[in-house]
Nanobody, 123 residues
Framework: EVQLVESGGGLVQAGGSLRLSCVAS????????IGWFRQAPGKDRLGVAC????????TYVDFLKGRFTISSDNAKNTVYLQMNDLKPEDSGVYYC????????????????WGKGTLVTVSS
C-alpha cells in the first residue's frame, strides 16, 4: 500500500525555522517525484517545491526560492522540506504527494497524497 506520512509541523515564531519530513512506504522515492504543497485557510492549495527522485533535480515556486529547500534521503525513503525565515503567511497545512515527475507537480497532478502537517507561524 502506498502511503505518505508528513511530520515536523508546529508553532513557530516569525523568523524561525522548521523541517518537515515526508516518509514514504509502498514505493521508493528514488523512482518518483515528491512534491510539497501548502494550503492556508480559505485559499487554494499551492505547490511549494518538488524533487525528482531519479536525478535529485529540484523545482520551487518562485517566491519561496532561497527560504525553502527540498531534499531527499533515499536510504530513509524520506523527503524533507527545510523552511527558514518563516513568515505568518507561510502558515497552513503542508502536504507531500507523489507523482512521476515534477512536470506534473506544476499542475497539481499527483498520484498519492499524505494527510498533511500543520504549520503555524506567529507574528
Amino acid at each position: 500500500e502506498v502511503q505518505l506520512v508528513e511530520s515536523g509541523g508546529g508553532l513557530v515564531q516569525a523568523g524561525g525555522s522548521l523541517r518537515l519530513s515526508c516518509v514514504a512506504s509502498g514505493f521508493t522515492v528514488a523512482g518518483y517525484a515528491i512534491g510539497w504543497f501548502r494550503q492556508a485557510p480559505g485559499k487554494d492549495r499551492l505547490g511549494v517545491a518538488c524533487i525528482n527522485g531519479r536525478d535529485s533535480s529540484t523545482t520551487y515556486v518562485d517566491f519561496l526560492k532561497g527560504r525553502f529547500t527540498i531534499s531527499s534521503d533515499n536510504a530513509k525513503n524520506t523527503v524533507y522540506l527545510q523552511m527558514n525565515d518563516l513568515k505568518p503567511e507561510d502558515s497552513g497545512v503542508y502536504y507531500c504527494a507523489a507523482t512521476q515527475k515534477c512536470t506534473y507537480w506544476r499542475f497539481g497532478s499527483m498520484d498519492s497524497w499524505g494527510k498533511g502537517t500543520l504549520v503555524t507561524v506567529s507574528s
